[in-house]
Each structure stands twice: as structure tokens, then as C-alpha cells.
Nanobody, 124 residues
């Protein structure tokens, strides 16, 4: 079973940038980033299937970019033009298997494997 460890969160002013990393204990694909604020459901932010196809939530399209370095078994989320409403705990998720297509990648129920999260706080 793959282990996932997120890093890169922190505090930043509105308009700033952060890059989140998710280190996997072994090679894996079919992954996504989610975020959650207290009292709300976990929200899909960005996903990537085994073949590199990506999907983004409307709220982050054009500002966030998901990428993966297979040599390092690491998933990234580059976040630019951050807004206060982007503040949340960000989680990395993996299917643990290959997958094709992006239709389910923003649905938390699709993923059995999760990291512990990294906090992002954006101040105005």
C-alpha cells in the first residue's frame, strides 16, 4: 500500500504562490489534490490520470497546475494568484491503481489512499 506525505503548505498573502508536494512511497499514478475547510466537505481541486490527462475545479482553473515527477514518485500542485478562499487543508490522494480518464478524479470517494494534509493559509 502506497504511503503519501504532503509538504509545502504555509501562509502567504493574496496574489502569492505556493507549490505543494506529495511524496509517494512507491511509483503510483491516478492521483489528485483535494482541500477541506472545517465544517465543509472535501473538495476536489485537481487530478491526473495514469496517462497524464488532467482536470481542475472551476475555481482554480488557470491558477493551479498539477504535475507529476515519476522519477521522484512525487505529485505537485503549483498554486498561483492565491486568494483567501483558497485557504484550507490540502490533501493528496491516490487510487493505488492505474486509471484512464478524469471523470472521477475530483470525487473523494474514488480514492482509497490519502496523505495527512498540509495547511495553506492565504491572507488578504
Amino acid at each position: 500500500q502506497v504511503q503519501l506525505v504532503e509538504s509545502g503548505g504555509g501562509s502567504v498573502q493574496a496574489g502569492g504562490s505556493l507549490r505543494l508536494s506529495c511524496a509517494a512511497s512507491r511509483s503510483t499514478s491516478c492521483m489528485a489534490w483535494f482541500r477541506q475547510v472545517p465544517g465543509s466537505e472535501r473538495e476536489g481541486v485537481a487530478g491526473m490520470d495514469t496517462y497524464g490527462e488532467t482536470i481542475y475545479a472551476d475555481s482554480v482553473t488557470g491558477r493551479f497546475t498539477i504535475s507529476q515527477d515519476n522519477a521522484k514518485n512525487t505529485l505537485y500542485l503549483q498554486m498561483n494568484s492565491l486568494k483567501p478562499e483558497d485557504s484550507a487543508m490540502y490533501y493528496c490522494a491516490s487510487k493505488g491503481l492505474s486509471c484512464s480518464g478524469t471523470g472521477s478524479l475530483l470525487w473523494s470517494g474514488f480514492f482509497p489512499l490519502w496523505g495527512q494534509g498540509t495547511q495553506v493559509t492565504v491572507s488578504s
